[in-house]
């Protein structure tokens, strides 16, 4: 059954809003998924603030131009998704290619971030990064090394002297 001019119009505004919350867009191909695995695809998205929806070629075409985004959907090759970023810019790519691990039918075409177009190599890369929490991580570890070390440093020396008091009393 044909879209009504008026259910179009909600359509589209709708994903203008979408489109104005975004810090990411990763467009996905979701061809052979099954309705359960995208399903189960939208609710790991909702635990991190993203949202998994489909649209018509031309409808995402007339929002993008609304929106001043320079991409063409009808570029896109066969079914198209878009995952929704709305708090963190890296976690829709790292849930879509962690969940295009486990169902090859989920396959990465491309991204619109910060105002441009990324590549699918671009968006795999951003999925690959280490999460903000290991990072802060490593962080801390790095700047806690050299204190570490000095620490360390300090001790030997005690021990030493308690290792030579021993041999003493012996």
Not at 24 to 43: P, Q, T
Not at 53 to 58: A, G, L, P, R, Y
Not at 130 to 157: D, M, W
């Amino acid at each position: 059954m044909p879209l009504t001019k008026e259910k179009k119009q909600e359509i589209v505004k709708d994903l203008d809003e979408k489109i104005k919350k975004q810090k990411a867009m990763i467009f996905v191909n979701f061809k052979g998924l099954k309705m359960d695995e995208i399903s189960k695809l939208r609710s790991e998205l909702r635990k991190s603030d993203a949202g998994f929806t489909v649209f018509k070629k031309t409808l995402m075409n007339i929002a993008f131009k609304n929106n001043q985004i320079d991409v063409d959907a009808k570029e896109l090759k066969e079914e198209v998704g878009v995952v929704f970023g709305f708090s963190d810019p890296i976690s829709p790519a790292k849930i879509a290619y962690n969940f295009s691990k486990d169902n090859p039918n989920l396959k990465i075409v491309s991204g619109f971030m910060d105002g441009s177009v990324i590549s699918e190599e671009q968006v795999l890369e951003l999925a690959k990064l280490p999460s903000r929490e290991e990072l802060l991580g490593k962080l801390v570890g790095t700047i806690q090394a050299p204190i570490s070390g000095f620490v360390a440093v300090l001790e030997g020396n005690i021990k030493g002297l308690i290792y030579t008091l021993k041999q003493v009393k012996s």
